[in-house]
């Protein structure tokens, strides 16, 4: 999963970056409106996390921006200000959720993947691929009889593929789905994480296409 976030503040970006980084997603942040539309122009996120106080414009104006330019990427707005104009405004122009700082990290992470849930289709928090069901709030996965809880970039794989089932998946495709900007991707890290997986489990819970990509297998009809 891959997360932008909008906001100004560093201090307050860098402790939403270390929080979702070790919640298991990819993190990516700006501080202008101009930023954020370059960064949503080339590059496919799960869910924006969106100050509405942006030095350059409002985070409502860009949010009006990206809907009106056809940008369906979900929203939640993260800002001081409590009113609720405010509030009716963003929803209105297209923010899934709205949530008023400060706020406790454990209630933005749930709100997070309430509003993933909800863009999905999902009524409840697991995800089920195939033989495979995970939990992104515990890193929960079940494969045939086996549960474990996976390391975050482990889990990062899997739900990256757990969410498109039957869909191949190439190498930069993942590496785009579990790391940030920041990091420097080995060129096996991705066969590494797959070892992993299997190990875990077993050969069958992802399949590999030779050349091609990996995938999860639907559920046979």
Same mark, same amino acid.
């Given at each position: ?14 402790? %939403?970056? @270390? ?10 942040? &700006?501080? #202008? /409106?101009? =930023?954020?539309? *370059? ?23 860009? %949010?009006? @921006? ?10 939640? &707005?993260? #800002? /001081?200000? =409590?009113?609720? *104009? ?39 928090? #697991? ?95």
């Amino acid at each position: 999963m891959r997360v932008l976030i909008v906001e100004d503040d560093p201090m307050i970006a860098r402790s %939403l970056d @270390r929080a979702l980084t070790e919640a298991g997603m990819a993190v990516d942040r &700006v501080a #202008t /409106a101009a =930023d954020a539309a *370059a960064a949503l122009a080339i590059q496919e996120y799960s869910v924006v996390l969106l100050d509405l106080g942006l030095p350059d414009a409002s985070g409502v104006e860009l %949010l009006r @921006r990206l809907r009106a330019n056809g940008n369906d990427t979900p929203s939640l &707005v993260i #800002t /001081a200000r =409590d009113d609720v *104009a405010m509030r009716v405004a963003a929803l209105d122009l297209g923010s899934d959720d709205y949530l008023v700082k400060p706020f406790h990290l454990d209630e933005l992470l749930a709100r997070i993947r309430a509003v993933l849930r909800r863009s999905q289709g999902r009524a409840t928090g #697991t995800v089920v691929a195939g033989e495979i069901q995970l939990d992104p709030a515990t890193h929960e996965v079940s494969y045939r009889g086996t549960t474990a809880v996976l390391p975050a970039r482990e889990f990062a794989l899997l739900h990256a593929l757990a969410e498109r089932p039957g869909t191949i998946l190439s190498r930069h495709q993942l590496e785009t789905a579990i790391y940030d900007w920041g990091n420097e991707v080995e060129s096996n890290a991705v066969d590494v994480l797959i070892h992993y997986v299997r190990k875990r489990f077993d050969k069958d819970v992802i399949r590999n296409l030779r050349g091609i990509g990996w995938t999860i297998p639907k559920a046979p009809r």
